[in-house]
């Protein structure tokens, strides 16, 4: 049975390597193309929004078609030719725009922020435009941010200049530039406020003068006046279920950087082309796809606006987006000179399956390897389960993960949790270690994930009595959120209350910590035990301090 298991891996390898040797026909890849394509359209209920679908072989585009409704209200279909919103696949085009810069010798990419854009605040440690385009800044995201006032992105109409002042406000980070990894928006649009400082002209114009315009992208601009009218524009739309009503989701932001660039799949396909063909030098693609490099030395999958890494043995080079209603992605295997754009103007169906479905028609069927039995797995009594069972905090973001026995296995937060013989246990592709507390139980955990240590603390669950939320509440204030929050107390129950209408019960966690749904909110004690501040953290924003104010 090893014997074959040995062999079956093998092939298996085999299988990747004659994939990544071989660039498939025109034909194949065309009618993989058409397959997924058609799959998707008769799956997508009229009347809804769609999808546009390009791919290209060898820099030629071989398949551009689309499905759905541009704008429902007039029934007006999607076409190859419609323009989408991009979301983030526009970072690389940020990205681009700088490496551009320092080949010409105006700036460099391990060169401080501050050096161009001295309103940032110094934080201690220098933070480079690198750190900015592979989100290890440690940026607060400034939309997160936004979001606290109760009127984020979405709710009022934001400019580069609003987003920006949202940016230059925040005393603190995260954490220190180069320890982590965080995707934000932040990093961004700092990155394309440096175009325009250095190159003297606003970034979009910088964009369309040096990569549109050579690499004829007749329709690509970017979102700098979302009032601007864009002919063959596709709205976008969202609905809050599968049988609910679509209704009008179109971002009414006036900036760029981070997203906000309006494109076609053909364009998108001529940029992937010029990226394989390297028409505009080898040095542009190369330092595009040069993986981020954490301070112990951890590579990371982000590059500059570019996830590297494999899909299915295929050497894959993508990143996808989204804004209001817009989805969309776009992936290039280098090996094979096959690009799959994807463009779509709903929450569903998804792009990103959409772009995995086209590239498994092209490139499968793909061998499945059979599950293989975990090494050293061991089976505990469920006495021994009972001391890893409950509310575990984790260290950096104070988020819930909670852990249960669920038909005699151990379960975190529906993931199962499978003890190994040396004590220690695995979830995915992560190892954990616990340490246990005096009383027995597991009190520390350590999961390790190809180096990366993340930290979790068993935590009692808190029932705060009246008293305890009574000493919550009051008026509080954030002056680098520009947001004000009150907490309400009624009977046993606490609420974050915005005006005019935002009501957020607060559920409780461990001592001192609730979930508002979104968000964490905890509060800190002077020495005395007396409430000093509350926190607000959330998945791109950890720590966002409030000081209450006097009653």
Known sequence: MQYLKIIGSLLIAAFAINIAAQIPDRAKVVAGAERAFERASKA?????????????????????????????????????????????????????????????????????????????????????????????????????????????????????????????????????????????????????????????????????ERFFKPLVMKNSSWRDDYQRLVPGRAQAYSRQGQNAPWQLNMPIMSVYGNGGMLTTVGDWLKWNAMLDSRSMGAPLVEALETQGVLNDGRKISYALGLQVGEYRGLRDVSHGGSTAGYQTFLARYPDQKVSVAVLCNGTSPSAGGLAANVTNEIFGPFPQPSPQPVADAVELKPEEMQKYVGLWRHEKTRFPDRMVIQDGKLMLDGSPVTPLLDGSFRRGPA??????????????????????????????????????????????????????????????????VQRPVAKLPMTPLYKDHFSTGSFIVWFTRDRSGKIDRMHVGGGRMRDMPFDRLKR
């Open 44 to 208: 997508n209920p009229m009347p809804a929004p769609g999808c546009a679908v390009g791919v290209s072989l060898n820099g030629e585009s071989v398949f551009e078609k689309a499905f759905g409704l541009a704008e429902i209200e007039h029934n007006v279909p999607n076409t190859a030719q419609t323009i989408f919103e991009s979301g983030s696949v526009a970072k690389q085009f940020t990205a681009a725009a700088l490496v551009l810069l320092e080949q010409e010798g105006k700036l460099k990419i391990d060169d401080p922020v501050r050096k161009y854009i001295p309103e940032l605040p110094d934080y201690g440690s220098p933070l480079t435009i690198r750190h900015l385009l592979n989100h290890t800044a440690g940026l607060r995201d400034w939309g997160s941010v936004m979001a606290l006032t109760g009127a984020g992105r979405g709710n009022r109409v934001i400019t580069q200049t609003i987003a920006l002042d949202v940016i230059y406000r925040q005393k603190g980070l995260d954490f220190k530039p180069g320890d982590e990894y965080s995707y934000s928006n932040s990093g961004y649009q700092l990155a394309a406020e440096i175009v325009e400082r250095i190159a003297k002209q606003k970034f979009p114009a910088f964009v369309e």
């Open 431 to 496: 190892i954990i270690k616990f340490t246990m507390g005096a009383d027995g139980r597991a009190a520390i955990a350590e999961a390790n994930n190809g180096g990366a240590i993340t930290r979790f603390i068993a935590e009692p669950e808190w029932k705060p009595s009246a008293a305890d939320l009574a000493s919550f509440a009051g008026e509080w204030h954030s002056e680098e959120a520009q947001a004000f929050a009150t907490v309400a107390v009624e009977g046993d129950k606490a609420f974050v």
